[in-house]
């Protein structure tokens, strides 16, 4: 197919950026109607750079997204039209290395990017976030050849990309997966089976942890698989609480023929890899958690505003009132929280591990109390779904489990704590 525009096309097209600066108030909750209190405003303390594609992104989310999230989730939709827009403003490969298609922006970066997106529709931005996981861990791990082979397409978003970890009997305990890949001269012969998949079926390339040793971490290596690959299967789609953006099915492996030459790394390179893509992908999520915490608390601002109970607007009932406060300080907080962590994972810093699993512990717990919250503010008709804040709450209920369990980040941040 046709290539769409360079990475970072804004970047180059000073015109365009301007444009999207210029364009009026965003009508999506990420923006409110009466603007942004100062005290939540996921702008502050950014630089000029950053505030630049963060209101890019505000903009595509409010325009391309916010107007179809409800659509998208009611009809499953994967809206891959959608975000090869996205990844023509160089979403598709945010923390990638330019060469190879990729923005080469830092981690705060693209925490602040996914952050945006999700105002407009959490479950796409999540998938995006995983999307983008994928291609980082080819262009960090794999060599020459693969990077470009791979990662061009990637990052346009041409291909779409899988990340195979969890299966049907290790979740939590992700090094004691079972799928193997037996070597044959130049090539592996893959068995085995992956659970809870997102993008299963509907993606191109998949990333994908199996074992090539004995058992443990350190017999699991990292190949690649290309979709129409004999011997690859898909189970049956997955109906889901939310996260209906985005297919999830079991990704399914019978004698499955690959060459060596897809092997990212060395063997029993492969759960290192699988942990260090999933630190970036623990803030992915984590930002994804805040951008829908974000416009929950603007759709409760503006709803306790207009709604009038007892001859009042709720928003003069001091429980009301604190409620509210307490959401806002626990977004900043978290928001805080997350962005700390991805400046740590930027600096290569000792303690970053760690800080990615509190801050995915925190934020998407407390994100997720916050949009419940402001649906019960709605009263009956935050369980309508012709409101927003249902949905929001439905999409992030999942970042509290997948990434590594919040149990998990406990276990991680304990075992850190008693190891000092």
């Known amino acids: 197919g046709s290539r769409p525009a360079p990475a970072m096309a804004w970047r180059g097209a000073p015109r365009v950026a301007a444009r999207l600066l210029l364009l009026p108030p965003r009508r999506c909750p990420a923006a409110g109607r ?6 939540i405003d996921p702008s502050a303390g950014l630089t000029e750079e950053q505030k630049e594609f963060q209101k890019v992104a505000l903009d595509f989310a409010s325009k391309e997204m916010a107007p179809h999230m409800a ?11 959608t975000m090869r827009k996205a990844a023509q403003l160089g979403f598709g490969g945010i923390y990638v290395k330019p060469d190879v298609g990729g923005s080469g922006l830092s981690r705060l970066d693209t925490s602040i990017i996914f952050e945006a997106l999700s105002t407009g529709c959490t479950s796409t931005t999540a998938y995006m976030s995983i999307h983008n996981m994928c291609v980082w861990m080819i262009d960090t791990f794999g060599n020459e050849e693969q990077r470009r082979r791979f990662c061009p397409s990637l990052c346009s978003m041409e291909k779409f990309a899988s990340y195979c970890l969890t299966e049907p009997g290790s979740g939590s305990d992700a090094a004691s997966l079972l799928t193997s890949a037996q070597r044959k001269g130049d090539t592996y012969v893959l068995n085995g089976s992956k659970a809870f998949i997102s ?3 509907d993606t191109d390339v998949y990333v994908v942890m199996c074992r090539t040793g004995g058992p443990g971490p350190k017999g699991i290596s990292c190949l690649v698989l290309e979709k129409g690959t004999p011997g690859l299967s898909f189970g049956k789609k997955e109906k889901k609480v939310g996260w209906n953006s985005q297919p999830t099915r079991a990704v399914i ?12 790394g060395d063997e029993g390179q492969g759960f290192s890899i699988a942990m260090k893509g999933l630190n970036g992908g623990r803030i992915n999520i984590a930002s994804c958690s805040l951008g829908a915490a974000h416009a929950s608390v603007l759709l409760a601002q503006e709803h306790l505003t207009v709604r009038k109970q007892f001859g009042e607007p709720l928003a003069n009932n001091q429980y009301l009132q604190f409620r509210l406060a307490e959401m806002a300080t626990r977004l900043v907080a978290a928001r805080l929280m997350v962005r700390n962590a991805a400046r740590a994972l930027q600096e290569g810093r000792e303690d970053a591990a760690v800080l990615c699993s509190m801050a995915k ?3 998407t717990d ?6 419940n919250q402001a649906l019960q503010m709605h009263g009956g008709y935050g369980y309508l779904k012709d409101y927003a804040v249902q949905q929001f709450v439905r999409d992030i209920r999942v970042h ?3 990434e590594g369990t919040n149990e998990v980040m406990r276990m991680i941040v304990a075992r850190n704590l008693l190891q000092g």
Do not use: H, T, Y
């Not at 009466?34 to 005290?39: E, L, P, T």
């Not at 492996?253 to 990212?264: M, Q």
């Not at 407390?366 to 949009?371: D, G, N, T, V």
């Open 34 to 39: 009466r603007g942004i209190a100062s005290c």
């Open 71 to 81: 659509e998208w989730d009611e009809k499953e939709i994967f809206p891959v039209e």
């Open 199 to 201: 993008g299963g079926g």
């Open 253 to 264: 492996f019978e004698d499955c023929i690959v060459p060596v030459g897809n092997r990212l």
């Open 361 to 363: 512990l925190f934020a």
């Open 366 to 371: 407390e994100c997720f109390a916050i949009c």
């Open 400 to 402: 509290q489990i997948l």
